[in-house]
């Protein structure tokens, strides 16, 4: 029997848009097998994809069995939801590349030794591989008529510009998804974003006709920002999973950064804080906002599981480095991707590694070598005024000399002038 009503905890942490009829009844009676479709186009999930990540967690902890289904053959087709333009087909090596990433990353979230409810990873193209084009035709498309695929948005919404015939046929070959896990893993329940709706009941349609069986749907809301923004995307791209791709500083800065407008649904899709506890912390930042104790704790929580706590515990070392006067200490230990995402954006200056291996005075490397300063008596007014650090340390004398041993990762140095301009020195 489930644990407790997977409905109730989708409706109050904002997580639901759609459902079908009777799904409800269905979870509360017994264990059900439900399952959520990713995307392989690319080598990690991003945080857009932690939705759906999510809603298989809150699933699996009220007690049913989540399957994670990795699309190694609709990645093949492309899904047109949501899109303006076809996209570009991968070739099979790329594809179970990201299908390999995209699995370790689910690995961390879903438990897959806890019994009668452990979770599994399906590929679907273990089941198309052996399927002919003719038995597809046959056994599939005669059941969905060509007015039943036209009525859904994923396809108006694309007709006016062109749509090819491999999208067209997508709702289909995820519509047979359904029904062969149906057939053959006793899955009776789809879940996905709200885009995903005409795929997901086009797939209860198909099992409802070619095997009279039952099947249901819910999905939940595509996430925006307050400002209406797409959520997950920033300036600088995607914020991805993979430390590879946003290092866990980036990633760590992006739910710190949150707007109190969106933290406060943030907080309820992204952790497994229960409803008194997120209303606690609610009530304590809302007596002092300006601490961000939401974004902090939202922060924490999710940089922690996805990278680890000592990445996390490194991330908020380095988002103090701006405003820590004993932060010349953390250089020794930064990596250097990390020092570069704080400093992203600021001025950088060439130096010439072979002159520091001797010592540049300090007042020549700021006006003569990088003109920081305009005129070097400019230098020299603002060190003796206490305006001027190299590596966070503060510069008391202008005679003071700056060396290679000063270099952060043998290649940089952090220059700064006044309380608020940062320069990145790289030595070449």
């Known amino acids: 029997m489930p644990k407790y009503n997977f409905i109730e905890e989708l409706r109050w942490r904002n997580m639901l848009h759609d459902i079908m009829p009777g799904t409800e009844d269905l979870l509360n009676k017994q264990m059900v097998i439900g ?87 399906v590929n679907n ?92 749907a819910l999905t939940t809301p595509l996430i925006k920002k307050a400002d209406g923004t797409k959520f997950g995307k920033t300036e600088s791209g995607n914020i991805w999973l993979d430390a590879k791709r946003t290092s866990p500083y980036k990633f760590y800065q992006f739910w710190l950064n949150a707007a109190d407008e969106d933290v406060k649904n943030y907080i309820r899709i992204f952790t497994l804080f229960s409803k008194e506890e997120i209303e606690f912390l609610e009530a304590e930042h809302a007596k002092e906002p300006h601490l961000r104790l939401l974004q902090k704790t939202l922060a924490k929580d999710i940089t922690s599981r996805v990278h680890s706590d000592k990445e996390y515990e490194k991330a908020v070392i380095a988002s103090e480095i701006l405003f820590n006067k004993a932060a010349s200490e953390v250089f020794k230990d930064i990596d ?4 570069l995402d704080v400093f992203d954006g600021v001025p950088q200056c060439p130096i010439s590694k072979t002159e520091l291996e001797t010592g540049i005075n300090v007042v020549e490397l700021l006006a003569d070598k990088t003109g920081i300063f305009s005129s070097r008596g400019q230098a020299r007014e603002l060190i003796k005024a206490g ?28 220059a700064q002038k006044g309380k608020k301009n940062y320069y990145l020195l790289i030595a070449e």
């Not at 809603?55 to 049913?64: D, I, K, N, S």
């Not at 053959?73 to 949501?82: I, N």
């Not at 594809?95 to 390999?100: E, F, K, S, T, V």
């Not at 190299?390 to 008391?396: A, C, D, G, L, S």
């Open 35 to 121: 399952y959520i479709g990713f995307d392989p186009t690319a080598d990690s999930l991003g945080v857009g994809n932690l939705v759906q990540v999510m809603m298989l967690l809150h699933f699996q902890r009220a007690g049913h069995k989540p399957l994670a289904l990795v699309g190694g053959a609709t990645g093949m087709v492309g899904d047109p939801s949501g899109k303006s333009q076809e996209r570009n087909l991968l070739d099979e090596e790329t594809l179970n590349y990201n299908l390999a990433c995209q699995k370790a990353q689910i690995e961390k979230f879903l438990d897959f030794n806890c019994g009668d409810n452990s979770a599994e990873i």
């Open 336 to 339: 250097e991707q990390t020092l």
């Open 387 to 414: 305006g001027v650090s190299i590596n966070k340390e503060k510069m008391t004398d202008a005679e003071m000399s700056i060396s290679a041993i000063q270099l952060i990762n043998g290649r940089y140095i952090i």
């Open 125 to 216: 193209y273990d089941w198309f591989k052996g399927l002919s084009f003719l038995e597809f035709i046959r056994d599939v498309g005669k059941h969905i008529s060509v007015n039943y695929m036209l009525a859904k948005d994923s396809v108006k919404n694309r007709l006016e510009n062109g749509m090819s015939f491999t999208e067209f046929s997508y709702q289909l070959v995820q519509g047979y998804d359904f029904y062969w896990l149906n057939q053959h893993k006793n899955v009776h329940l789809q879940m996905g974003g709200s885009d995903q709706w005409g795929n997901i009941v086009t797939g209860t349609e198909l099992i409802r006709r070619k095997s009279q069986g039952e099947a249901y």
